[in-house]
């Protein structure tokens, strides 16, 4: 299938230097990929990269095989949910309509796109609260709405369940595994437990992607403790789920 999104010899960050350079990434339908690594690594970054925040230092980047577009045509290609935004004062429902994209009032039609959007992440009883009122996780999931009510084929979350209380967390995870397999997910995380529902993982360290690959293969100790620096327990799920992980402490 052809890649939602191309990236080659890319370097992104945004101080004095890259943080991360040379990366080659092709996302396409249905996958669900984990970027992981530590703090200032650069998956955040590189995040923004791929949902067209950021333009990168080096190197060339393509969303369905050209340039990223304009107006009401990009919500519907990339959506976007960032970490540490500021919850804006308008109503939640405003602020969902906003992801749609458009110059001019919404139509019927849009503020019913933007109800069902609000329904299925269990907002609608949020909908006239101004988004300034809602706790951290309330902020997230309207966040998280206005980034998927265009029905953008390539969604980017950074951090997607920080915040998060365990029973959100889990509607989160369940949300993401019934997205339509022609939609593709990039997630910027640390969540381990999440990242091991994905079906690829990207590990960050040292300034370069270290591995690229099948998750079961990611998320194994030795490579975590290289990209992480800690020395991590992965139990694995006799029944076929996602494993489990506990973090013993910093890598020898």
Do not use: Y
Not at 102 to 113: G, H, I, K, N, Y
Not at 203 to 229: H, N, S, Y
């Amino acid at each position: 299938m052809s890649a939602l999104f191309e990236a080659r010899g890319v370097a992104v960050g945004r101080g004095p230097a890259p943080c991360l350079t040379g990366v080659d990434l092709d996302v396409r339908p249905g996958e669900r990929i984990a970027l992981l690594g530590a703090n200032g690594a650069g998956k955040t970054s590189l995040a923004r990269v791929v949902a067209g925040l950021d333009r990168p230092r080096a190197g060339r980047v393509r969303w369905l095989g050209d340039a990223l577009p304009r107006g009401p045509a990009r919500p519907r290609t990339v959506g976007v949910v960032l970490q540490g935004e500021i919850a804006a004062a308008l109503p939640v429902r405003e602020l969902v309509a906003l992801g749609l994209g458009l110059d001019e009032a919404p139509t019927a039609a849009a503020w019913r796109a933007v109800d069902a959007t609000l329904a299925d992440l269990e907002l609608t009883a949020l909908a006239a609260r101004p988004c300034s009122t809602l706790s951290g996780g309330e902020a997230q999931r309207a966040a998280m709405a206005r980034a998927r009510v265009a029905g953008p084929r390539l969604l980017v979350l950074d951090e997607p369940t920080n915040h998060l209380d365990p029973r959100r967390r889990a509607d989160v995870m369940a949300w993401l595994d019934r997205l339509d397999d022609a939609i593709a997910a990039v997630i910027a995380t640390h969540d381990l437990e999440l990242a091991a529902r994905c079906t690829r993982a990207v590990l960050i360290a040292d300034g370069r992607i270290l591995f690229d690959g099948a998750a079961a293969e990611a998320l194994v100790p030795d490579r975590l403790a290289a990209a992480l620096g800690v020395a991590v327990r992965r139990l694995d799920d006799p029944s076929g789920g996602p494993p489990l992980f506990r973090v013993d402490g910093r890598a020898a």
